[in-house]
């Protein structure tokens, strides 16, 4: 049996395509360790999810001329509630919210030696050419 | 998909500072680190504004802000990151959770970011555009210059990763 492997943190994010859609709900009616994958995914989503959006320091919003942004980020309801979610981490979502993708709202067009772990597969980062943004590489601070 | 340029650069300051901050606070793990990032992206953005063609300016602005980011990555020495308590001035906001309460979904917000800290940086960039700044797989494509394939890839790994350091 072909297990589901990254279409879970699709299904979560509502990202699947439609000829998808069936193949995985259909496999997750049968396969018990799908099931279970797509909990602890779930689990690491939401606890990323419920970390609290912060404003900018006064010091920032200063110097770049910003006041705080008052549209949020990102839907959360109440900072605090998605902390307490957190506080539930241990304990799994519900069957209907694992298997009914939560739809996106809003969606605003929205290395290890320094700040954690080093991926082996440096290649992968390489800088992304930005038209229009030429210093962008030269990176003079 | 075009959308209008704003028209200066305080106003790309006052309508994605904080996005871009909360971006870089965490992936990188610190307030200073983070504004540093930002003032950086900002002047990217300022100097590049005048040659930006129209398109998605979002999708430009993740790239440099991305782009930004890597490079300070590789330009700083390594130093630890200590990630402080988060802001509580949104919390304040909210009168009915308990002092206990707080100071729980403080040391929950730090256990994550460290969890945050410990995986692979792409995993990491792709779950928080992902799941702090709200991106769908198509933008985090766009600014990461990878198909989706991979953007999916990359965030199924850091959950799975995120899970384990965080049981």
């Known amino acids: ?141 | 998909m075009n959308e209008p340029l704003p028209e200066t650069w305080e106003d790309v300051a006052r309508k994605h500072g904080r996005k871009i901050y909360n971006f870089a606070y965490r992936l990188c793990g610190n307030p200073d680190d983070a504004a540093d990032l930002v003032q950086e992206v900002l002047l990217r953005v300022r100097r590049g504004l005048a040659d930006y063609t129209p398109g998605s300016f979002d999708g430009w602005l993740w790239r440099i802000t991305r782009n930004a980011f890597l490079d300070d990555v590789r330009r700083r020495k390594r130093r630890p990151t200590s990630p402080l308590p988060d802001h509580t001035d949104r919390m304040s906001e909210w009168s009915s959770p308990g002092p206990d309460e707080v100071l729980a979904g403080l040391r929950l917000g730090e256990d994550i970011q460290k969890a945050l800290l410990d995986i692979p940086i792409e995993f990491r960039e792709a779950v928080v555009m992902c799941d702090v700044v709200g991106m769908s797989y198509e933008e985090i494509a766009a600014a990461v210059a990878a198909p989706i394939g991979t953007v999916r890839s990359r965030i199924h790994r850091g959950r799975k990763l995120l899970r384990e350091r965080l049981t």
Not at chain 1, 19 to 41: I, N, P, W
Not at chain 1, 58 to 66: D, E, F, N
Not at chain 1, 79 to 106: H, K, M, N, Y
Request: hydrophobic share 50%.
């Open chain 1, 1 to 141: 049996m072909n297990h589901l492997g990254d279409l879970l943190s699709a299904h979560l994010d509502g990202e699947l395509a439609s000829h998808e859609r069936s193949r995985v709900a259909e496999h997750l009616q049968t396969c018990d360790r799908c099931r279970r994958e797509l909990e602890e995914l779930a689990s690491a989503r939401a606890a990323v999810r419920s970390l609290p959006l912060l404003e900018l320091p006064v010091a920032l919003s200063t110097a770049i001329g910003a006041r705080p942004d008052p549209i949020p980020l990102r839907r959360r309801p109440v900072a605090w509630v998605g902390a307490a979610a957190a506080a539930a981490f241990a304990v799994f979502v519900s069957a209907a919210a694992l298997t009914a993708p939560e739809p996106r709202e809003i969606s605003p067009p929205q290395l290890n030696a320094v700040y954690g772990a080093v991926s082996s597969n440096e290649g992968a980062f390489t800088v992304v050419k930005v038209a229009g943004a030429t210093a962008a590489a030269g990176g003079a601070r």
